[in-house]
């Protein structure tokens, strides 16, 4: 009965296994939107900030963080090369813990590490089962395949 129950249900809900990848890829997306939008804005500020935070580089890695959000916004929108963005995604969000959120403990209401962890799982969870279905990965690269 069990056995049964369990795959009845396996078969209904993994038919939104997609819908569910894209619906969290949309939603990190959105989440990395305006701090890329916001280093962009002030790329200068955010080396001298970083500089200031002991990051190496600072000027180089404002960039590059500034141009690894950016387009990690559109490739998580459109659900392309979507293993490979979120391993920098999840670097930056390493280095975020790190050096911002983590003096303030786990509370996203205290600035904590909360929410960078969050996306972090996200990110992890996009590299290890992919964009799903409704991504222009499954276009051009698994429906062949199949």
Do not use: C
Not at 27 to 33: I, K, N, R
Not at 98 to 124: C, K, Q, R
């Amino acid at each position: 009965m069990l056995k049964k129950i369990h795959s009845l249900s396996k078969n209904i809900l993994q038919n939104f296994q997609s819908l569910s990848l894209l619906l969290a890829r949309l939603a990190v997306a959105y989440g990395f939107l305006e701090p890329a939008l916001l280093k962009w804005k002030d790329i200068g500020s955010v080396a001298t900030w970083f500089g200031s935070m002991g990051i190496p580089f600072p000027t180089l890695n404002a960039y590059m963080a500034a141009s690894t959000e950016i387009l990690g916004v559109v490739l998580l929108t459109i659900g392309l090369f979507t293993r490979l963005i979120s391993i920098p995604l999840m670097v930056i969000m390493v280095v975020a813990i790190m050096t911002v959120h983590l003096a303030h403990g786990f509370s996203a209401g205290d600035n904590g590490f909360e929410i960078p962890l969050y996306y972090m799982l996200f990110l992890f969870i996009f590299t290890a089962h992919g964009a799903g279905k409704f991504s222009l990965d499954y276009l051009l690269f698994e429906k062949k395949t199949q």
